[in-house]
């Protein structure tokens, strides 16, 4: 017999508790399937692992950090000290079923009926839901009448490379790790595994970044064996948030640097405006690219990428550099390959150019695969609209799929902080449930949906990965009205022109 509860929540990442805080009067029942909230803070970091965004804007907007001034970037553990004192403070753990974790979800409803999106809370259920826990092998079937899935996409499920027949990591006599696995090691496992050993690590994202540093970490001293990043897509990486001595949000994060960007239903006009402002915004990207490549040995290093900054910046991908990582590199500590396709041999991998590296240790920094998490779990033939119409995943307002009835998915689409992306989104969602604003039709959603990816396309070559930083306050200007708040929540037009908009600007009118 299922258990009956209005909401249903998967996932106790920053999403899934920021959902929970905001739907907490529908007493939701949040799953997770490991012993802890936090998600990728707690199960996907290494020992260096910092917040990448400045700690003022990945901040709830009704709970501050104690120290939200300080510059430092907070490590991993202070994220999740966070977490929990916000969840504390709110009283949102009450909800959470650890040690919980959804293997299958089944659609209830009536299709047929849901072509069209009515209330959220039907008064019926549409979903049932199959939990697995730690201590049974039975598994508990719920029933909720709105899912909100917050399974993240990053953590929990490896990008595995693909390799010729025999040329796989079963013929390598060395070991094979991904960054997943590197992250459950302690401290001394993780020293152990790289010091004194040939170390080869495939990516140059900022998982790879951070892991080049703790191996070099791990061989300082004349016997130390220099690791190997193996890098084939290139990105720009940025030292810290100034750029020749201006703040970096100047250029990307205010109303008047984004006002040079494309943003959907923009009409002709501004599309004019745009492509007339267009040498601006790429004199912008170039002022900084030419500081990172002064600032930076990014030409000695074979580092320096072709593309303009501003499409790694519109995808969401810019990372910072740890302050070591070029020193290591000047001492031999780290070396860098560039290469497109590689694969195993007995002693370590071959390249495409001919050559060969030794190995003991192969460590893949090659992402995660986020949507895999997904259609393990949603039934058909919602898990075919997943990528519908053109592999990217369609969200209205980067959360509601038009073509899934009574369900949200919050957390699948980034911009420069990802926990305010997530928490202004569940706000929306806590007053849609409340049947304060209704939907439009699916058609409308759809062509939304689909304007916003054509922004993306155009504006960035890796526009796959969904992501708003170019156009985020048209975004949440566009979630607020829908709303019924004011979009334009500064005092005074300076600083709606000039000044960042954060999560603070968000905070309830009391
Ligand atoms: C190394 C790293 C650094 C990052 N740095 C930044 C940064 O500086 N700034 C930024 O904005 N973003 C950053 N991110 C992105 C980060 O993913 C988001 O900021 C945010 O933490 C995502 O939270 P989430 O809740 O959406 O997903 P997750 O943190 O992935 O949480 C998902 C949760 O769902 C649970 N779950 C999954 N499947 C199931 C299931 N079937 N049943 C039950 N539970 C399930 C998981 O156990 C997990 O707890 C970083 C990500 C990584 C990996």
Redesign the pocket.
């Given at each position: 017999m299922a258990i009956q509860s209005k909401i249903g929540i998967?996932?106790?990442?920053?999403?899934?508790?920021?959902a929970a805080k905001q739907l907490s009067k529908h007493n939701p029942i949040v799953?997770?399937?490991?012993d802890?909230?936090?998600?990728?803070?707690?199960?996907?970091?290494y020992k260096s692992?910092?917040?990448?965004?400045p700690r003022c804007?990945?901040e709830f907007s009704d709970f501050p950090w104690t120290q939200r001034d300080n510059k430092n970037?907070p490590s991993?553990q202070e994220?999740l000290d966070y977490l929990y004192s916000y969840a504390t403070y709110f009283d949102v753990l009450k909800f959470v079923k650890f040690n919980?974790?959804?293997?299958e979800i089944r659609f209830v409803g009536d299709f047929k009926n849901s072509s069209e999106y009515g209330s959220l809370l039907p008064g019926h259920p549409v979903w049932e839901v199959g939990?697995q826990t730690s201590q049974s092998e039975t598994i508990q079937w719920y029933a909720f009448e709105f899912l909100v899935i917050?399974?993240?996409?990053?953590?929990?499920i490896p990008a595995m490379p693909k390799f010729p027949q025999n040329k796989g990591p079963e013929i390598f006599q060395g070991k094979v790790v991904h960054t997943l696995d590197y992250c459950k090691l302690n401290e001394e496992e993780s020293t152990q595994l790289l010091k004194d050993r040939k170390v080869v690590i495939f990516g140059y994202k900022?998982?790879a970044i951070?892991l080049a540093v703790e191996c070099a970490e791990a061989n300082q001293g004349p016997d130390g064996q220099p690791c190997t990043m193996v890098v084939r897509t290139l990105h720009w990486t940025v030292p810290h948030y100034s750029v020749w001595g201006l703040p970096f949000y100047m250029f990307y994060s205010t109303r008047a640097s984004q006002f040079l960007h494309e943003r959907p239903n923009q009409g002709f006009f501004r599309t004019l405006i745009c492509h007339m402002l267009s040498p601006m915004r790429r004199t912008l990207s170039k002022m900084i690219e030419s500081y990172l490549a002064w600032k930076l040995p990014l030409e000695k290093y074979g580092l320096k990428p072709e593309h303009p900054f501003e499409e790694d910046y519109a995808s969401c991908q810019m990372a910072?550099l740890p302050e070591n990582f070029f020193s290591e590199a000047d001492k031999g500590k780290i070396a860098i390959k560039r290469a497109s396709n590689w694969w195993f041999c007995e002693g370590g991998v071959e390249f495409d150019d001919g050559t060969k590296l030794d190995a003991d240790v192969v460590v893949l920094a090659t992402g995660?695969d986020?949507k895999q998490?997904l259609k393990?779990?949603l039934p058909d033939p919602f898990c075919s609209f997943l990528e519908f119409p053109s592999g990217i995943m369609p969200l209205y307002r980067g959360t509601i799929n038009p073509m899934i009835p009574n369900m949200a998915f919050?957390?699948?689409i980034?911009?420069?902080?990802?926990?305010?992306?997530?928490e202004i989104r569940c706000k929306w969602l806590s007053r849609l449930v409340d049947d304060l604003f209704e939907l439009p039709s699916i058609e409308k959603m759809l062509d939304q949906t689909t304007k916003e990816m054509e922004i993306m396309r155009r504006t960035t070559r890796f526009y796959k990965r969904s992501c708003i930083s170019t156009f985020s306050i048209n975004h949440s200007d566009e979630i607020c009205e829908e709303m019924g708040l004011r979009s334009w929540r500064k005092n005074n037009w300076i600083a709606e022109a000039f000044s960042p908009y954060n999560s603070q600007d968000y905070e309830e009118e009391k």
């Open positions: 998967i996932g106790g990442g920053i999403s899934g508790i920021a799953f997770e399937a490991t802890s909230i936090g998600g990728v803070w707690k199960h996907c970091s692992t910092k917040l990448q965004t804007d990945y970037f991993y994220i919980s974790k959804v293997i939990v917050c399974t993240g996409k990053y953590g929990d900022k998982s951070d910072i995660f986020g998490k393990a779990i919050v957390g699948y980034e911009s420069v902080s990802n926990l305010h992306t997530a």
